[in-house]
């Protein structure tokens, strides 16, 4: 099992910047080979895909909204994934959830991750 815990939410301006984090506890990324993922939903749309990296940092893939302004990065000593986020925009506001799936390459796929997290709330101001 893998217990995925989000933290750097919160309110911040439009063109500002936000870094999101996601420890794991229980399996630990890099012994398990663990690809993931970040997503986010907003109020009454779906899920949406936002950048995914594989076990050991060497692919990354982004979602065409946030390419270039994201970057998803990874330290496996400190079992933790990060989502850096730059010049934010209002449509970027969601709850942003980190998953983890039982495989070592990256996934823009939700169904393809097993664990998440509880989600962050990302806000942004105009």
């Known amino acids: 099992q893998v217990q995925l815990v989000e933290s750097g939410g919160g309110l911040v301006q439009a063109g500002g910047s936000l870094r999101l984090s996601c420890a794991a506890s229980g399996r630990t990324f890099s012994r398990n080979f663990l690809g993931v993922g970040w997503f986010r939903q907003a109020p009454g749309l779906e899920r949406e895909f936002v950048a995914t990296?594989?076990?050991?940092?060497?692919?990354?893939y982004y979602g065409d909204s946030v390419k270039g302004r994201f970057t998803i990065s990874r330290d496996n000593a400190k079992n933790t994934v990060y989502l850096q986020m730059n010049s934010l925009k209002p449509e970027d506001a969601a709850v942003y959830y980190c998953a983890a799936r039982a495989a070592a390459g990256a996934s823009t796929v939700g169904s393809d991750y097993g664990y998440w997290g509880q989600g962050a709330q990302v806000a942004v101001s105009s």
């Open positions: 990296i594989n076990w050991n940092g060497g692919t990354t």
